[in-house]
């Protein structure tokens, strides 16, 4: 099992950018896929994008195809999530999020363990 604690969240303006880190604990970071969801007020958690274990297979979500980016260094047992022209609606808090079943890699109801939560706001 790993750990997982988010950073980077913040209140920008539209168009700006952020970049979330998640950083994990454990040994075998490199055989979990790693996934980023966010909540928004009166919404149903939702997943944005995720990566394979190797870092070589990502998954977006098509709300933020050609937006954001995620990579994952797993030499530094992180995740990172690359935010750009940042949108009012991406309000949200984000989750890091992580699972082990290679069979269904971004099946988003197949991950389990779950970070706290950074706040990111978007003004307009």
């Known amino acids: 099992q790993v750990e997982l604690v988010e950073s980077g969240g913040g209140s920008v303006q539209a168009g700006d950018s952020l970049r979330l880190s998640c950083a994990a604990s454990?040994?075998?970071?490199?055989?979990?896929?790693m996934g980023w969801f966010r909540r928004a007020p009166g919404k149903e958690r939702e997943l944005v994008a995720a990566?394979?274990?190797?870092?070589?297979?990502?998954y977006y979500a098509e709300f933020v195809k050609g937006r954001f980016t995620i990579s994952r260094d797993n030499a530094k047992n992180a995740v990172y999530l690359q935010m750009n022209s940042l949108k009012p609606e991406d309000t949200a808090l984000y989750y890091c999020?992580?699972?082990?079943?290679?069979?269904?890699?971004?099946?988003?109801?197949?991950?389990?363990?779950w970070g706290q939560g950074t706040q990111v706001t978007v003004s307009s």
């Open positions: 454990g040994r075998t970071f490199s055989s979990y896929v």
């Open positions: 990566v394979s274990g190797s870092g070589t297979i990502a």
């Open positions: 999020a992580a699972h082990n079943e290679i069979r269904r890699l971004f099946d988003s109801r197949t991950f389990d363990t």
